[in-house]
């Protein structure tokens, strides 16, 4: 199997950390959507990542399905997920309210890379960022109630969201506003799998 993509994506470096955590051997190609442009659309035509190129060819994108998908592959490898009932929901709604912070950290960061200056439109900003604490309000209060194990999807997923907002949008994300959080991604970074899946790695 390959993962292709580099770790500065939240969505690349949750499905590298927890490929580690079920113990599936995989090669990692560490392609850029913007450098590597036309290496990453021979593999995948919508140029998305992350992309895995499973045993048999298939390509298959978007973090949450290869995770679907390699969960059954390591059936017998150590769970990431709460069996069903509350808990798994609990993780789910986490997780959920983690791709959001995601989605909306990356949204502003391609507003200003990627637009001229003069083309940014602060309306926009303005509601992404609100947005933005909206999600990690819910995530803080959510993980005072309970917070998931560092090691699991929505452990995995909180953590990496944290790290990449506080790496490309420092101005808008305060760790002090958000304790329980930072306190549960510091703990995260400082897991094996964690440190040895860097960001700018
Ligand atoms: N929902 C997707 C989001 C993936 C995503 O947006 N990845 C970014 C990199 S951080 C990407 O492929 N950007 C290129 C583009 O959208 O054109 C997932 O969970 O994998």
């Known amino acids: 199997m390959i993962l292709i993509g580099m770790l500065d994506s939240p969505y690349v470096r949750r499905v590298a950390i927890s490929m580690k955590v079920l113990g599936l051997e995989h090669e990692h190609r560490p392609l850029s959507v913007f450098s590597d442009f036309d290496q990453v659309q021979a593999i995948n035509p919508a140029v998305k990542v992350p992309t895995l190129v499973t045993g048999g060819g298939q390509v298959l994108m978007d973090s949450t399905l290869i995770l679907a998908y390699l969960e059954e592959l390591a059936a ?29 950290a990356v949204q502003i960061v391609y507003e200003r890379r990627l637009r001229p200056q003069e083309k940014q439109h602060q309306p926009w900003l303005d509601r992404v960022q609100l947005q933005l604490h909206g999600t990690w309000r819910q995530l803080e209060a959510s993980l005072r109630e309970e917070a998931p194990d560092c090691l699991s999807i929505a452990g995995i997923t909180i953590a990496v969201a944290w790290s990449f907002a506080q790496q490309m949008v420092p101005d808008v994300m305060a760790a002090s506003d958000y304790p329980a959080v930072a306190a549960l991604t510091a703990l995260a970074e400082r897991q094996p799998v964690f440190l040895a899946t860097p960001m700018a790695g």
């Open 76 to 104: 017998h490898a150590p769970r990431i997920r709460p069996e069903p009932g509350p808990a798994r929901l609990r993780a789910l709604c986490q997780t959920s309210y983690a791709l959001a912070a995601c989605d909306k």
